[in-house]
């Protein structure tokens, strides 16, 4: 079977590493908004991982007339009461900074202790089809925020979220560990075993 298309509908270079990394082996011809610099900017105003990934899948699908992937990722953290959340990649305003955003994230724990700093990531995936159909799948990772960043690995607020049983940063965790372990990781576990079906399902129409 030739390689299957389908398009990661984003333009952030890590995001498209990652998941470059963790859909290895599938035989997929895994393309980027890198690729297509006409595409639509799609606002993520939506109230959920899901609604936000939805649709900017659904866009690129339409607008590329090819499979597009799509995930919401965001950070919740407890004594925050789940914030910054779907405001993750904003957490310190437009534009969106990596660097601000953990800043603004420890200023916001500035004494908190370790039992009131535990978090979670959690990522939600939408692979839309030009048809119309949708597959959704959803991966978490609890961890706790350090009180300073620590490696240089990963994007976001990696540096910063601390995975207890291990004692690293996501940062500090060669990028095959982290992909066992992150949220994105394992939603594309949970992908994986859906995708081509799903995929193989749109060709099938033709």
Same mark, same amino acid.
């Given at each position: 079977m030739s390689a299957l298309?389908?398009? !990661?509908?984003?333009? $952030?270079? #890590?995001?498209? @590493? %990652?998941? *470059?990394?963790?859909? %290895? #082996?599938?035989?997929? =011809?895994?393309?980027? !908004?890198? &690729?297509?610099?006409? *595409?639509?900017?799609?606002?993520? &105003?939506?109230?959920?991982?899901?609604? $936000? @990934? @939805? *649709?900017k899948a659904v866009a690129i699908a339409r607008h590329t007339g090819l499979p597009a992937l799509a995930d919401d990722s965001g950070l919740e953290v407890d004594a925050l009461n789940g914030a910054p959340g779907v405001r993750s990649a904003r957490f310190a305003g437009e534009? @969106? =900074? &990596?660097?601000r955003n953990v800043e603004k994230l420890l200023r916001s724990l500035a004494g908190a202790p370790a039992a009131r700093r535990t978090a979670r990531f959690r990522c939600v995936i939408v692979v839309a089809r030009p048809d119309g *159909?949708?597959?959704?799948? %959803?991966?978490?990772c609890e961890g706790v925020i350090a009180e300073r960043p620590t490696g240089a690995g990963g994007f976001g607020y990696d540096p910063v979220f601390l995975v207890p049983v291990l004692g690293r940063t996501f940062a500090e965790l060669p990028p095959e560990e982290k992909h066992r372990l992150s949220h994105r990781g394992r939603a594309c576990a949970a992908l994986r075993g859906r995708l081509l079906r799903f995929l193989v399902g749109d060709r099938g129409r033709h």
């Open positions: 298309p389908l398009v !990661l509908a984003t333009g $952030n270079a #890590g995001k498209v @590493a %990652e998941l *470059a990394e963790i859909l %290895e #082996g599938l035989g997929l =011809d895994l393309r980027s !908004l890198l &690729d297509f610099p006409g *595409a639509p900017v799609v606002v993520e &105003d939506g109230a959920s991982y899901e609604e $936000n @990934a @939805a *649709a534009p @969106a =900074d &990596d660097r *159909a949708r597959l959704t799948v %959803e991966g978490t």
